[in-house]
């Protein structure tokens, strides 16, 4: 107990070196700890990007193409589906309910998804929530209504009322515009930190009236035109979609339908099950999130190593600290103990530190972080894993200061009483 | 005649690869007796006092304190018997900057039990040993004993060491040029303050200058370059 007394009495003694050296732990120790806990929370939300649903449905490709076009709004199908195929599925009695979905169009460079009242309904995501109007409602039974998600509406501005236009294709800059035929806010959904906040959800009859008078993946000319009024009138039942999804009375059927789905003859169709989907995707993203740990894990060392030069330049200094104690009666073993005392100590008050940090860090940085990315970092006390890893750097602290402790064992065995200036 | 409390016999001792440094037929330290020992740097004076203190070993001969034989203990125990004997005083910086004085004071009873035990015996604490030793040695404010060691004058702290090098009585106390840093004026009060505190703590005196002039003041008084053979001018030029 006396040795830590004087440990703590040396190290007060240095408190500038010592402050800097417990801060760059405690720095390194922030990071591993807010990399870990949003490497986790970032899984959890990944894999909930889309729950309660248990096939997703589109032309024959990649499952992990079809994830990436039907839930996270990238890259494009490779094929549309015949809307028979969705009707089919849709009336099957094991299913409960069927979502469509039409892709192709955007806005501005966010993705314009047709869809219709079912998708408002039945769509979940997170730990099975559905979606929420923030305001307004949902599109009704005029073709020319949007519902915005939440970032949409935030960072173009847009309100209830406001007119848009939807472009064709889904290039940032496209160079062809549906400016005939403008459509109209009608709501704001919630945000969700999912894809669908980066989406404009028009009705099914919507995206088949601004492309109704279109042959060829080009508008008609002249006479061929077809005014959004003449639009609303006509028959918008879609001949085609790009994919739906599906939710099923009993999850038991799930494996047989998604067979059953495959080998449809009506056309070649893909099923699949986001869950495992999702981990096929997530396991592709895998290696990033392992390196940004891997690299926070370097930082620790990093600090760590900061930990022991400031240690071992100090003994240069001390030897006269050390000859003191040798002189009233202090071991060789006290003098290395000493030293190791000193190392944990700056550990630990780096790790007290650290987690301080981390969770005025986390205090501070939720709300925005929920608002922006979705992840709702909890402010919990740490994890068993958390507290392997703090432990698995009090014990690389522990070896570190070994070193030191080494050294100034030899050096005090060798220098005995006499005092160098 | 009075028991002998250093006894050194026919000591050699030369640092790996060096010349022999220490070349010592016999020397000797009465108990209670003060001995001024004159070595100029470089005599081989430091070595000596590690010697005494058991940090080194001879290569050859013996060196007994208190009858015990510095050689036949282990390392761990030359430590422990260093402590529970002999107190230290150094040229200067001899404290610990970062600890009060009374920490300072108190420290070989921290590792050593039997000196906080005669401490404790003499004074009825460790406390009021380190406060009785202070005031004898002229540091009688009590508020100076909570300050840190290097806020006080070096002749303040030479006598703080001097109490740290007595509490506990050890039976012996080495001086290694304690005076070296203080005017003339301070340096006689503070030796004959130091004679009057190893009187009565029992402790004899080893006192290891350059500095003549202290000679007189010492029960007897020693060359080390006339002690030590290997010193000679005769050696240097063989060597």
Same mark, same amino acid.
């Given at each position: 107990?006396?040795?830590?007394?004087?440990?703590?009495?040396?190290?007060?003694?240095?408190?500038?070196?010592?402050?800097?050296?417990?801060?760059?732990?405690?720095?390194?120790?922030?990071?591993?700890?807010?990399?870990?806990?949003?490497?986790?929370?970032?899984?959890?939300?990944?894999?909930? *990007?889309?729950?309660?649903?248990?096939?997703?449905?589109?032309?024959?490709?990649?499952?992990?193409?079809?994830?990436?076009?039907?839930?996270?709004?990238?890259?494009?199908?490779?094929?549309?589906?015949?809307?028979?195929?969705?009707?089919?599925?849709?009336?099957?009695?094991?299913?409960?309910?069927?979502?469509?979905? &039409?892709?192709?169009?955007?806005?501005?460079?966010?993705?314009?998804?047709?869809?219709?009242?079912?998708?408002?309904?039945?769509?979940?995501?997170?730990?099975?929530?559905?979606?929420?109007?923030?305001?307004?409602?949902?599109?009704?039974?005029?073709?020319?209504?949007?519902?915005?998600?939440?970032?949409?509406?935030?960072?173009l501005h847009y309100k209830l009322g406001d007119k848009l236009v939807l472009a064709h294709g889904v290039a940032a800059?496209?160079?062809?515009?549906?400016?005939?035929?403008?459509?109209?806010?009608?709501?704001?959904?919630?945000?969700?930190?999912?894809?669908?906040?980066?989406?404009?959800?028009?009705?099914?009859?919507?995206?088949?009236?601004?492309?109704?008078?279109?042959?060829?993946?080009?508008?008609?000319?002249?006479?061929?035109?077809?005014? $959004?009024?003449?639009?609303?009138?006509?028959?918008?039942?879609? $001949?085609?979609?790009?994919?739906?999804?599906?939710?099923?009375?009993?999850?038991?059927?799930?494996?047989?339908?998604?067979?059953?789905?495959?080998?449809?003859?009506?056309?070649?169709?893909?099923?699949?099950?986001?869950?495992?989907?999702?981990?096929?995707?997530?396991?592709?993203?895998?290696?990033?999130?392992?390196?940004?740990?891997?690299?926070?894990?370097?930082?620790?060392?990093?600090?760590?190593?900061?930990?022991?030069?400031?240690?071992?330049? &100090?003994?240069?200094?001390?030897?006269?600290?050390?000859?003191?104690?040798?002189?009233?009666?202090?071991?060789?073993?006290?003098?290395?103990?000493?030293?190791?005392?000193?190392?944990?100590?700056?550990?630990?008050?780096?790790?007290?530190?650290?987690?301080?940090?981390?969770?005025?860090?986390?205090?501070?940085?939720?709300?925005?972080?929920?608002?922006?990315?979705?992840?709702?970092?909890?402010?919990?006390?740490?994890?068993?894993?958390?507290?392997?890893?703090?432990?698995?750097?009090?014990?690389?602290?522990?070896?570190?200061?070994?070193?030191?402790?080494?050294?100034?064992?030899?050096?005090?065995?060798?220098?005995?009483?006499?005092?160098?200036? | 005649?009075?028991?002998?409390?250093?006894?050194?016999?026919?000591?050699?001792?030369?640092?790996?690869?060096?010349?022999?440094?220490?070349?010592?037929?016999?020397?000797?330290?009465?108990?209670?007796?003060?001995?001024?020992?004159?070595?100029? &740097?470089?005599?081989?004076?430091?070595?000596?006092?590690?010697?005494?203190?058991?940090?080194?070993?001879?290569?050859?001969?013996?060196?007994?304190?208190?009858?015990?034989?510095?050689?036949?203990?282990?390392?761990?125990?030359?430590?422990?018997?260093?402590?529970?004997?002999?107190?230290?005083?150094?040229?200067?910086?001899?404290?610990?900057?970062?600890?009060?004085?009374?920490?300072?004071?108190?420290?070989?009873?921290?590792?050593?039990?039997?000196?906080?035990?005669?401490?404790?015996?003499?004074?009825?604490?460790?406390?009021?040993?380190?406060?009785?030793?202070?005031?004898?040695?002229?540091?009688?404010?009590?508020?100076?004993?909570?300050?840190?060691?290097?806020?006080?004058?070096?002749?303040?702290?030479?006598?703080?060491?001097?109490?740290?090098?007595?509490?506990?009585?050890?039976?012996?106390?080495?001086?290694?040029?304690?005076?070296?840093?203080?005017?003339?004026? *301070?340096?006689?009060?503070?030796?004959?303050?130091?004679?009057?505190?190893?009187?009565?703590?029992?402790?004899?005196?080893?006192?290891?200058?350059?500095d003549q002039s202290l000679a007189p003041l010492f029960d007897r008084q020693l060359s080390l370059a006339e002690l030590?053979?290997?010193?000679?001018?005769?050696?240097?030029?063989?060597?």
């Amino acid at each position: 107990m006396y040795l830590l007394r004087l440990a703590l009495a040396s190290l007060a003694n240095r408190r500038f070196t010592a402050f800097l050296t417990a801060f760059a732990i405690a720095l390194s120790v922030c990071l591993l700890l807010a990399v870990e806990r949003v490497r986790t929370e970032a899984r959890a939300s990944f894999a909930s *990007t889309i729950s309660g649903t248990d096939l997703i449905v589109g032309a024959r490709s990649g499952s992990v193409n079809l994830l990436l076009y039907s839930v996270f709004r990238i890259g494009n199908a490779t094929n549309n589906i015949r809307w028979e195929s969705f009707e089919h599925y849709a009336s099957d009695k094991r299913v409960k309910w069927a979502i469509p979905i &039409s892709l192709g169009d955007s806005h501005r460079g966010y993705r314009v998804m047709g869809t219709d009242a079912r998708y408002f309904e039945h769509y979940q995501y997170g730990r099975k929530q559905n979606l929420q109007l923030a305001e307004g409602r949902a599109f009704a039974s005029d073709p020319f209504e949007v519902v915005l998600g939440a970032e949409v509406a935030d960072a173009l501005h847009y309100k209830l009322g406001d007119k848009l236009v939807l472009a064709h294709g889904v290039a940032a800059i496209s160079l062809v515009k549906h400016d005939d035929k403008p459509f109209t806010v009608v709501g704001v959904l919630q945000r969700t930190g999912t894809p669908v906040d980066r989406t404009l959800h028009i009705s099914l009859g919507g995206m088949e009236a601004i492309h109704i008078d279109w042959h060829n993946g080009m508008p008609a000319r002249g006479a061929g035109r077809i005014s $959004a009024e003449q639009a609303r009138n006509m028959d918008l039942k879609p $001949a085609a979609i790009t994919a739906f999804m599906l939710g099923l009375n009993n999850k038991v059927a799930t494996f047989s339908l998604q067979r059953e789905i495959n080998d449809y003859r009506g056309e070649p169709l893909l099923a699949i099950l986001p869950g495992v989907a999702l981990q096929e995707l997530w396991s592709l993203m895998g290696t990033a999130e392992q390196a940004l740990f891997v690299v926070s894990l370097f930082v620790v060392l990093t600090g760590l190593i900061g930990m022991l030069t400031a240690i071992l330049t &100090s003994l240069n200094e001390r030897r006269r600290e050390m000859a003191i104690l040798r002189s009233v009666g202090a071991r060789p073993w006290h003098i290395a103990g000493l030293l190791v005392l000193e190392a944990l100590a700056l550990a630990l008050a780096g790790i007290v530190a650290g987690l301080g940090l981390l969770y005025a860090g986390i205090a501070l940085a939720q709300g925005y972080v929920q608002a922006n990315y979705g992840l709702l970092l909890p402010l919990a006390w740490p994890s068993a894993h958390e507290w392997a890893l703090l432990g698995i750097i009090l014990g690389a602290a522990l070896l570190m200061g070994s070193v030191p402790a080494w050294r100034a064992y030899r050096q005090s065995l060798a220098d005995g009483l006499s005092i160098h200036l | 005649m009075s028991q002998a409390l250093i006894e050194l016999t026919d000591l050699g001792f030369a640092w790996p690869g060096q010349a022999p440094l220490l070349d010592i037929p016999a020397l000797r330290l009465d108990a209670g007796e003060s001995l001024f020992l004159k070595g100029p &740097s470089g005599s081989g004076k430091t070595t000596l006092l590690g010697l005494l203190g058991g940090v080194q070993k001879p290569d050859r001969g013996s060196i007994r304190l208190l009858g015990q034989d510095l050689s036949e203990l282990k390392l761990a125990a030359r430590d422990r018997f260093r402590v529970d004997h002999t107190g230290y005083i150094f040229q200067q910086f001899n404290l610990l900057p970062f600890l009060s004085v009374r920490e300072n004071v108190e420290l070989p009873c921290r590792f050593s039990r039997s000196r906080a035990q005669r401490a404790a015996e003499r004074h009825g604490s460790i406390d009021q040993a380190a406060a009785s030793l202070l005031a004898h040695l002229g540091l009688k404010d009590p508020a100076l004993l909570a300050r840190r060691a290097d806020s006080l004058s070096i002749g303040q702290q030479q006598r703080v060491a001097a109490a740290r090098a007595l509490i506990g009585q050890p039976e012996l106390v080495i001086a290694d040029e304690p005076t070296s840093a203080l005017d003339a004026d *301070t340096r006689e009060a503070f030796i004959r303050l130091l004679f009057a505190e190893c009187r009565a703590a029992g402790s004899s005196l080893l006192f290891v200058s350059h500095d003549q002039s202290l000679a007189p003041l010492f029960d007897r008084q020693l060359s080390l370059a006339e002690l030590n053979r290997a010193a000679q001018p005769g050696n240097d030029l063989e060597a």
